[in-house]
Every structure is written in structure tokens, then in C-alpha cells.
């Protein structure tokens, strides 16, 4: 066990999944931070992946890198946003990891030839990550303080789910062990029928019931509904599910998820939670520029821009795409909150350009177009059309990893006039390949070895003077993650430079390339990245790339 007094926030999901876990584990770690207390916050998915970077991002969301380059769940990346910190490996854990630690120990001989059971094994590694992820915020985070810090841990899925049962009962069992530390939420959802147009509140005493046969009770409900829960439900809950009614706090339907905090407020959520860890008061919750970011951030009456994101992955519908591109569309939001603007998107599947479904020329109704991440062959000609035109015609263009690959590749074929340039990825014997897999890639790929194997995570890219990419960041030396295997094929950055692309970003020793420009005097923005800006931007400190993008769009706009 951390030291005495560490406290954790154990929060579950009641009736069904989806319904904001997330943004509640966000919410609280913010409100604590805000009280003054040093706050990690771990998520927990009870998958057997050992991490996040195998799955698909249309079935499962983004895939969200951390700085240490660990493919983690896309929540993580709304911890880091609300927090305004960057997490840890140990803020993370999957039942594969789990086991596969628990496996590799057995192998070692390392329990002492004992028969190794889910209970107690697995379940005491459990308590070993979420005691070892207090540890390493304590020792490493920049938080400061000898005082009491708290975990808030998320544990996926919902109560009743076979998967997650250890998770819960390692959470019982800390519990036990130490009483005052220890606290559970229960994360619900109140229903209201279209037939009967009332709140129900059954659901959620079962789920509460279903707990409580796992020997836990929780301290705290929060109830996700459609409007805001009334007080005569909230003593229901609270007397059958033996509450106090203060701590049944209300989660209706909202706008935007950055202002989840600010109504967990109207119903004291934070002095609950101080008071329900026996920690003190050390200051009133300050909220005023988180506030300030949440009025920007909603106010329907500024200006619009409009983008165009033209990807690969569009194929599913949209409440899958904001799911699969969650980090560019917040990176926007943080960006255009600061420029007093408004952002409306529209997704466009690239292969629409190759049916012929779509003209490429319809991206002239566009103040902007993104080109984010993706990997492999289909839809990639329509992108690189989509390119050319946003170069020819001048429009900000603004290229996210393989946008920024595309975008030297179309630069080769119809400026440098390499017409049967590719990048290898798609096209392996190409006489052109300007964009390779990179040397220490090839074995991997070889093997089959595709798990956690990318180049992944920080690394430093040192920014050229007089640059487009320069002036935003206002440095000369960033640190930015990545997710990649392929990269600028060194051979054609001398050719491609004389053709009038600049290579603005490289790392420090000059030889990969992190962002390649064209100069202003060509065209009014266009910019690309080799690495992912959009897993730093923050509500609080917008990205600059993102900024200076968004600010080449109102331009553009004016001027149309
Ligand atoms: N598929 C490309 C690569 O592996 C780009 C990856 C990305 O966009 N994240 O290099």
C-alpha cells in the first residue's frame, strides 16, 4: 500500500455503458485538483489486449498515445485534457497486461511454485498497479506536496460484467484494508421512457443492489438523464439505496463535456467528496478560467469556419468518426474557443472522390481542410486529389501524420513530376518511394510484430528560422508524440526542397523529417506534421499549429 492517507475514487458504471464515465473520472480528478489536491487518474479496461494500439479505431475509438509512446483508451486522453498534465504508463492497465504479468512471473518461478488462481494472484497484481500508480505520481509528477494526493480510478465497462469482477473485488479489498482511503461512485443512468415522460430511478437500485453483492457499497450515485434529476428522486435513490441525498448528484444531458464539472458544482460535488475522504478543506475550488474557457467554448454567436476533413475511416457513420478523430476535433474546439470562432466539420471519405461520387472541387465551399492519421491502401488516391487542390487553389491545409505523407507525395508527382511517386506502404515496388518505412521498422514488420512497436511517443523536432511552423510554436525546440512506421524517404529531401517545399521541423540530428511547409508567399497555410499536435492540445493551452491553422481559415473565409 502507498503511503497512509493516499486516497482513491473507485468510479463504476450502473445499468449500461457509454453513458459518461469518462468525463465523471475527468470531472472529479479536476475538481480535486482544483481543491488543491495532487490528482492521478487511471483508467482500467478489462479487455484482454494487452494495449490499445491493435485495435480498430472504428470499432473502438482513438487510439491515444502517451508521452512515454503507451497506446492507451481514448479517456486517457480526456484525463490529460481536463488535468492539463500529461499521465503515466502505471495510470493505465488492460486485463492483458494484467495476466501477462501475472504469466511471465509464474514462468520465473517468481510465486514460489504455488497453484496461481484469478483469486487471489490476479486480483493482488491488480492492487499492485493501482497502488503502484500512486507511487509513481507521487515520486515523479510535478504536483508537489508530502500531503494526501488521491487516484481516481475508472474501471470500464459496467458492474455485472464478468471481466471486470476482480477489478471490483481489488477495490473491495483495499477497502477493507484501509476504510478512511478508500471510496466508490457509481456512475448511472435514469431513464425516461417516451411512453411514460417520467424519470425512472429502478434501473439504478438494481445496479446499486448488483454492487452490493460484491460487498461494496457506493458513497456517491451519479445519475446521467436527460434532465436534471428532482428532488424527490434523488431521496428515492438515496433511501433505497442508503445514500445520503447530497450524495446523489445530478448528470443531465449537456452541451459540451467541459461543462460537466461546473454542474457537479451546483450540487456540491466537491465538498461531498473532501468530506466523504476525511480530507480538509485547503481552498474553495477556482474555476474561473476553466469557466471562461466553457463560455467561449459554447457561444453559438461568433463567427464559423467551416472544414473539411477528408480521411479513410468515414465509411461508418458519424458517431463512430468523432470517436475515431476525438483528439483533432477537441484540438479544434480548444483552438477556435481561443480565436472567438466557431468550428463546423464536415467528414468526407475520400474514396467518394475516387467513385466520382464527390468532386473534389466541392472543397472550394471550405474555409479549411484536415487530412488526419490513417494507415493503408484504400482511399488514398482521393486524398491525394483532395492535396492538389487544396494547394492549387490556396486553401489552409493542415495535415496530420499520413496527411503529411500525402502531402509530399503529391508535392513529388505534380510539382517535382515524379508521377509514379507512392509511399511503399501502399505501393511496395514503386520507382518513387518518397516516403518509406523507416530502417528499424522493417523487422517488425517482417515478424508480424505488431503490437506497441511503432515509433511511438516524445520526441524532440528542432524547428527551422523564418518558418511558418517556427513562428507558431515561438521556440526553436518541441516535443511532440508520434504513431508511425514510415517516414520522408531521405533521398528525395534534397530534390523536394529545391522544388520549393521546406522541411520546417527535423529531429535534432537532422534526419527525420517532423514538418514540411509550403512558404507563405505560396500559399496562405499549408503545413503538415509527421507527428500527432493533437494529443497535446489542452483546453487551457490550445495548440499552436491548430491555432495558426484555424486562424489562416477566418482569413481565408474573409477573403472569399
Ligand atoms: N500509416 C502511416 C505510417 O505508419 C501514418 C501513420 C499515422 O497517420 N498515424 O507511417
Given amino acids: 500500500m502507498p503511503k497512509e492517507g493516499h486516497k482513491y475514487i473507485f468510479v463504476l458504471g450502473g445499468v449500461m455503458s457509454g453513458v459518461g464515465k469518462g468525463v465523471v473520472t475527468s470531472s472529479i480528478g479536476l475538481l480535486l485538483q482544483q481543491k488543491g489536491y495532487p490528482v492521478n487518474l487511471v483508467k482500467v479496461d478489462p479487455y484482454l489486449n494487452v494495449d490499445a494500439g491493435t485495435m480498430n479505431p472504428t470499432e473502438h475509438g482513438e487510439v491515444f498515445v502517451l508521452r512515454s509512446g503507451l497506446e492507451t483508451d481514448q479517456d486517457m486522453g480526456n484525463y490529460e485534457r481536463f488535468l492539463n498534465r500529461d499521465l503515466a504508463n502505471e495510470d493505465y492497465m488492460t486485463s492483458g497486461m494484467v495476466y501477462q504479468s501475472v504469466i511471465a512471473r509464474e514462468r520465473a518461478l517468481g510465486y514460489g511454485g504455488k497453484c496461481i488462481e484469478a483469486i487471489p494472484h490476479v486480483r493482488d497484481e491488480i492492487i499492485r498497479r493501482f497502488e503502484a500508480a500512486a507511487e509513481h505520481d507521487a515520486a515523479t509528477s510535478q504536483q508537489g506536496g508530502n500531503g494526501s494526493r488521491v487516484s481516481v480510478v475508472e474501471i470500464g465497462g459496467t458492474i455485472g460484467d464478468f471481466q471486470n469482477a476482480l477489478y471490483i473485488d481489488a477495490a473491495r479489498v483495499m477497502k477493507m484494508r484501509h476504510p478512511d482511503d478508500v471510496i466508490f461512485v457509481m456512475v448511472s443512468y435514469l431513464p425516461t421512457p417516451g411512453t411514460l415522460g417520467e ?17 461494496v457499497q457506493p458513497d456517491f450515485v451519479i445519475g446521467r438523464s436527460k434532465e436534471p434529476i428532482d428532488e424527490k428522486r434523488k431521496e428515492k435513490i438515496a433511501i433505497s439505496c442508503s445514500l445520503r441525498k447530497e450524495r446523489v448528484i445530478s448528470a443531465p444531458d449537456i452541451k459540451s463535456i467541459y461543462e460537466a464539472p461546473l454542474n457537479f458544482e451546483k450540487d456540491a460535488l466537491s465538498d461531498s467528496l473532501l468530506e466523504a475522504l476525511k480530507l480538509p478543506e485547503k481552498r474553495k475550488a477556482s474555476l474561473t478560467s476553466w469557466k471562461k474557457f466553457v463560455t467561449a467554448a459554447t457561444n453559438e454567436n461568433v ?7 477528408v480521411g479513410k475511416y468515414f465509411d461508418t457513420g458519424d458517431f463512430v468518426l468523432s470517436d475515431a478523430y476525438l483528439s483533432v476535433i477537441e484540438a479544434l474546439k480548444f483552438s477556435a474557443a481561443k480565436l472567438g470562432k466557431k468550428v463546423k466539420m464536415r467528414w468526407i471519405n475520400s474514396k467518394d472522390f475516387e467513385r466520382g461520387k464527390l468532386k473534389v472541387s466541392m472543397l472550394a465551399d471550405y474555409d479549411g481542410i484536415i487530412v ?18 487544396a494547394r492549387e487553389k490556396k486553401i489552409p491545409y493542415f495535415g496530420l501524420c499520413y496527411g503529411m505523407q500525402l ?24 520507382p518513387d518511394p518518397v516516403v518509406d518505412v523507416m530502417h528499424d521498422q522493417e523487422k517488425h514488420l517482417a515478424a508480424n510484430d505488431y503490437g506497441g512497436t511503432m515509433r511511438l511517443g516524445v520526441y524532440p523536432a528542432y524547428l527551422k528560422k523564418g518558418t511558418m511552423a517556427r513562428a507558431a510554436y515561438k521556440k526553436e525546440l518541441v516535443d511532440e508524440r508520434h504513431r508511425h512506421r514510415y517516414e520522408i524517404n531521405p533521398e528525395y529531401i534534397k530534390p523536394l526542397e529545391e522544388a520549393g517545399l521546406i522541411f520546417s521541423g527535423t529531429s535534432p540530428d537532422g534526419v527525420l523529417t517532423e514538418i514540411a511547409e509550403l512558404p507563405q508567399k505560396v500559399h496562405p497555410f499549408m503545413l503538415a506534421t509527421q507527428f500527432h499536435p493533437e494529443l497535446q492540445a489542452r483546453p487551457l493551452d490550445p495548440h499552436p499549429l491548430f491555432t495558426e491553422f484555424l486562424r489562416a481559415t477566418a482569413a481565408h473565409k474573409k477573403r472569399a
Avoid at 199 to 215: C, E, F, H, I
Avoid at 373 to 389: C, L, M, P, R
Fill in 199 to 215: 424519470m425512472k430511478t429502478k434501473p439504478t437500485q438494481m445496479a446499486v443492489r448488483d454492487l452490493n453483492s460484491y460487498g
Fill in 303 to 309: 463567427p464559423e469556419v467551416s472544414i473539411a476533413m
Fill in 372 to 389: 488526419p492519421g490513417g494507415f493503408g491502401e484504400s482511399g488514398i488516391e482521393g486524398i491525394i486529389q483532395a492535396v492538389q487542390f
Fill in 407 to 430: 502531402m509530399v507525395v503529391e508535392y513529388a508527382r505534380n510539382v517535382l513530376g515524379l508521377k509514379e511517386a507512392n509511399t511503399t506502404e501502399i505501393k511496395k515496388g514503386s
